[in-house]
């Protein structure tokens, strides 16, 4: 996969992928994305155990570090990338802190959550490898509670840094869904540009010109699952190593109360063949309801709604594996933003053709 990956990019950039380097690497879907357009990962970093074997199956040309950004000094990571990659220096960063301290949806927040802290140790690593060797860009995406009230303080301190790091800085939100997935998902992004490079360039973060399709594109067809336990063999799985769903245990999937499209309560939010789905955000296990109804989705259906390929596979167990494909950028967006940087920046004419469709 990974080779015709890197064909691809030869062919499309007429040069070598632009490296760059990957913070919160999570199941790399963000990378996954920019690697279609053109840009090769030199380095990706996560402290989850499920993420670190999950990245390293999918994308092996990539080293991969398991150090905690929270507690790494900036300039270890720089120094990790020049023994890894030698004279070649990053022409950006991407990635995103866990979102979980910032969700609307996490009804739990907790003032002083460690996480939140992580947008500062976000921009200390861009101002040290600014300094150190030189970027073009960064990129950031989380969820768009980080700009409510509760949370401003520490945006603002995050976007001030990067400022006062060298860039112009431009944010929006947007919705993943716009990039072809069947998937409503809105995320705020944050690019910023290099503004001693590019003095004179405004970048906004793209919208997309597709249309959220529906659930049924990613769905319709599919053999049933297998149920999860212990002494589940691989063998067992049918179509993909990741069609493993939670056992419907609930009285919910038999007895009619369920109806196609109901969102109340997170709980039984039950999807529709002919809409897309709502945000694949699943915590507490609140994994989504098969449009049938009689069933919550496997994993692989949900890996399917953020626009994943076939071929890509998440390691760990099932829980680490619902957390995910939760907290995973869809990668069509990810190629859309990185198409997007890489024309304004000149890396690729304009008039380049480049496939953001989903590979579901």
Known sequence: MLGELHKASSLLNGAEPWPVLSLFSGAGGFDLGFRRAGFRPGLAVDFDPAAVSTYRWNQPDTYVSSLDIAETDPDEFVNLWMSINGDEKPVGIIGGPPCQAFSVSNVHQKRGDPRQKLLVHYANVIQSFTSRLGLDFFVFENVPGLAQQRHRRRYLEFKRLCKKAGYNVREKVVNAGRFGIPQNR???????????????????????????????????????????????????????????????????????????????????????????????????????????????????????????????????TFSQQVQLVSDALPPPLGEGLATAISEGLGYVAKSSTVDTQTTI
């Open 186 to 316: 809105k995320r705020v992004i944050v690019i910023g540009v290099n503004r001693e490079r590019y003095p004179d360039l405004v970048l906004d973060p793209p919208e997309g010109n597709k249309q959220p399709v529906p659930v049924s594109v990613a769905l319709d067809g599919l053999p049933e699952p297998a149920f999860c336990r212990r002494d589940l063999g691989a063998s067992e799985i049918p179509h993909h190593p990741n069609h493993v769903a939670m056992v419907p245990r609930s009285r919910k999937f038999v007895d009619g109360t369920l109806k196609p499209g109901d969102h109340r309560g997170r709980s039984f939010r039950v999807l529709s063949w002919d809409q897309p789905s709502y945000a694949v955000a699943y915590g507490h296990r609140e994994v989504h309801v098969h449009p049938d109804m009689h069933r919550r989705l496997s994993i692989y259906e949900a890996m399917r709604l953020q626009g994943f390929p076939h071929t890509y596979e998440l390691k760990g």
